[in-house]
């Protein structure tokens, strides 16, 4: 809203509802297991489908990479640090997780997380931990349930609460979610008035990443409840997707990097090409041709795991999350 304001200073913005969403208050079930695309995302949906609302705003990370018939994401603004970051137990401080004793607890929620971190200290344990940033690190320091959790280093920044940031995990240690980092405002497709005003808040370069990432996750039919993970690099008009799958104990895995070329110029795309969803975002100051590329670049890298086994390590892994 603070940069809508700067952008339209004519215009007036309320912060209509903050509102909780199933996500939110199921907090006794590992996400993997609620089985909910939409987990964070349905109850907001429904308040713009009323147009109680015209724009709602989330981590791009909790939406579906398709999206309900009538909705698009109309700004993927510019991404935060997309990295894991550790948040130690106070008794723990100044240490790394690979000085912690031998069956230190961490906790985590996610299984991309949980999964490759099994692989790189196998001399840690991970448990399942809910709640929003609040819960979980009361829950942290309160107790001594857990030496430390993983969170994702975005949200502690965007609460102000970087200096609990203990060690931030680097690609070597951890690739992170597709989408992290990064907050979407959705929108209703057919408003263009909303549209156009939310379209001046994308940033070129994240929109490029994320559509790679996403269209890597939607041809591998990723989700919640499977170890998916990504690391993206813009550089020098050079897109750079690395992408894995995990087997849930992180034992199995596959990894590839690729790249492509998306220095475009932006052409002035008037007419019925307007409004192209790609892998649910819609970007038109973004230049097609470049979005094309990312997209393209996110289909092959899937393709090119999936050639070599990928579908068998997540089918596996859906399997045992659901028989637990």
């Not at 992170?176 to 990064?182: H, N």
């Not at 940033?203 to 409840?225: P, Q, W």
């Not at 550089?235 to 034992?251: I, P």
Request: with cysteine.
């Amino acid at each position: 809203v603070m940069m809508l304001r700067e952008l339209y200073p004519d215009l007036c913005f309320e912060i209509a509802v903050a509102m909780s969403t199933t996500g939110d208050k199921i907090l006794d079930t590992a996400l993997s297991k609620i089985g909910e695309k939409s987990l964070f995302t349905k109850e907001l949906e429904n308040a713009l489908e009323r147009n109680e609302v015209d724009l709602v705003v989330h981590s791009l990370k909790d939406l579906p990479t398709c999206l309900p018939p009538g909705f698009t994401i109309g700004a993927v603004c510019k991404r935060e640090n997309p990295l894991d970051a550790v948040v130690f137990h106070p008794k723990n401080c100044g240490k790394t997780l690979s000085l912690l004793p031998e069956k230190s607890v961490i906790g985590t929620s996610s299984l991309r997380r949980a999964a490759q971190l099994k692989k790189k200290f196998p001399h840690l344990e991970f448990k399942d931990i809910r709640g929003n940033l609040n819960t979980r690190l009361k829950k942290l320091d309160e107790k001594e349930d857990f030496s430390a959790i993983i969170l994702a280093a975005a949200g502690l920044k965007r609460m102000g609460w970087e200096n609990r940031i203990g060690q931030l995990l680097g690609p070597e240690d951890c690739l992170y979610a597709v989408g992290q980092g990064a907050l979407a405002v959705e929108v209703r497709a057919k408003d263009q008035e909303i549209l156009n005003m939310v379209s001046a808040l994308h940033d070129a370069d994240t929109v490029l990443c994320c559509i790679a990432e996403r269209a890597f996750m939607k041809r591998l039919e990723g989700g919640c409840s499977v170890p998916v993970a990504v690391n993206t690099l813009l550089k020098d008009g050079q897109l750079y997707l690395t992408g894995a799958v995990y087997s849930l104990d992180g034992s199995d895995s596959l990894k590839e990097t690729m790249q492509t070329g998306v220095n475009y110029p932006c052409l002035n795309e008037d007419g019925p090409n307007d409004d192209v969803q790609r892998v649910g975002i819609t970007a038109k100051n973004v230049p097609g041709q470049a979005q094309e590329a990312a997209e393209n670049l996110g289909v092959e890298l899937a393709s090119l795991l999936l050639s070599k086994g990928a579908k068998h390590i997540l089918s596996v892994a859906r399997q045992l999350n659901d028989a637990h």
